[in-house]
């Protein structure tokens, strides 16, 4: 099964590992995003948001996930 990596930020699949891998974070090429959250699809699953043009709402619903700040806890 192929998986593909998609950037958060800019939607690019131009992706590669930070530091040879070292720090466990991801770079895009297009945008110049490093972080550790990257949004990782199945082939089929990349496939069908694009056909159903799904995948630029699936990515910005993605991005929110980074801006939230996580709630304190009791």
């Known amino acids: 099964m ?10 690019s699949t131009e992706i590669e590992l930070d ?6 974070k991801y770079m895009c090429k297009n945008c ?3 972080g550790s959250f990257i949004i990782e699809l199945t082939e089929s699953e990349y496939k069908k948001l694009k056909e159903a043009g799904e995948l630029e ?12 700040k996580p709630e304190k806890y009791p």
């Open 2 to 11: 192929t998986r593909v990596l998609i950037c958060p930020i800019c939607g």
């Open 32 to 34: 110049g995003y490093v």
């Open 57 to 68: 709402r699936f990515i910005e619903e993605k991005r929110r996930e980074i801006d939230k």
């Open 19 to 24: 530091s040879g891998g070292y720090t466990g």
